[in-house]
Antibody
Framework: QVQLVQSGTEVKKPGASVTVSCKAAGYTFANYGVSWVRQAPGQGLEWVGWISPYNGDTKIVQRLQGRVTLTTSTSTAYMELNSLRSDDTAVYYC???????????????WGQGTLVTVSS | DVVMTQSPLSLPVILGQPASISCRSPQSLEYVDGNTYLTWFQQRPGHSPRRLIYKVSNRDSGVPDRFSGSGSGTEFTLKISRVEAEDVGVYYCMQGTNWPVTFGQGTRLEIK
């Protein structure tokens, strides 16, 4: 069965960087993209970005461009967020998604989420 | 960005009664391939979002048939025919037609 397993809780100081991983199983990793979505405490869902393991294409939400880097390796997707601020405190989710940027997004399977806390 | 607007934001429902959530987009969500990429997610307390409905009205595997989606263009609806206790949580609509992906604010369903 399709599974996305994310790395564990992180606590970081303002200005630091964090990397969250998302290991995929149960499907051919290169045939699907990975979207990242975050949820601040008590808030709604905010799309962060998307990457295609097939061709390396990425899209990042404008307000996080320059601070977010998305990469992949064999069956694992990574999200790096730099220059952390307190308002980056959130649960970060990965989700299986479309493989090419010209396709529409569908996010059918989600990881369990990774809590990133930014605090001095 | 396409701002998705849900209503109501809070939905108290008596067990066994129906429930309905509206989701509106300021522009048509029909994609170049002719499909409309409007998705509904359920997020139970303490859990990841779970996809319920994709392309407006297609139920995901394992989703009870009391959940149904409808709509077209800019107006969409999620209906629960008879609410059960396990349906408590927050429901989000999402448009996947345009970049960036955007979500509605969420509708919190509770048992009255």
């Amino acid at each position: 069965q399709v599974q996305l397993v994310q790395s564990g809780t992180e606590v970081k100081k303002p200005g630091a960087s964090v990397t969250v991983s998302c290991k995929a199983a149960g499907y051919t990793f290169a045939n699907y993209g990975v979207s990242w979505v975050r949820q601040a405490p008590g808030q709604g869902l905010e799309w962060v970005g998307w990457i295609s393991p097939y061709n390396g294409d990425t899209k990042i939400v404008q307000r996080l461009q320059g601070r977010v880097t998305l990469t992949t390796s064999t069956s694992t997707a990574y999200m790096e967020l730099n220059s952390l601020r307190s308002d980056d405190t959130a649960v970060y989710y990965c989700a299986r998604d479309v493989v090419v940027a010209s396709g529409a997004r569908f996010m059918d399977y989600w990881g369990q989420g990774t809590l990133v806390t930014v605090s001095s | 960005d396409v701002v998705m607007t849900q209503s109501p934001l809070s939905l108290p429902v008596i067990l066994g009664q129906p429930a309905s959530i509206s989701c509106r987009s300021p522009q048509s969500l029909e994609y170049v391939d002719g499909n409309t990429y409007l998705t509904w997610f359920q997020q139970r307390p303490g859990h990841s979002p779970r996809r319920l409905i994709y392309k407006v009205s297609n139920r995901d595997s394992g989703v009870p048939d009391r959940f149904s989606g409808s709509g077209s263009g800019t107006e969409f609806t999620l209906k629960i025919s008879r609410v059960e206790a396990e349906d408590v949580g927050v429901y989000y609509c999402m448009q996947g037609t345009n970049w960036p992906v955007t979500f509605g604010q969420g509708t919190r369903l509770e048992i009255k």
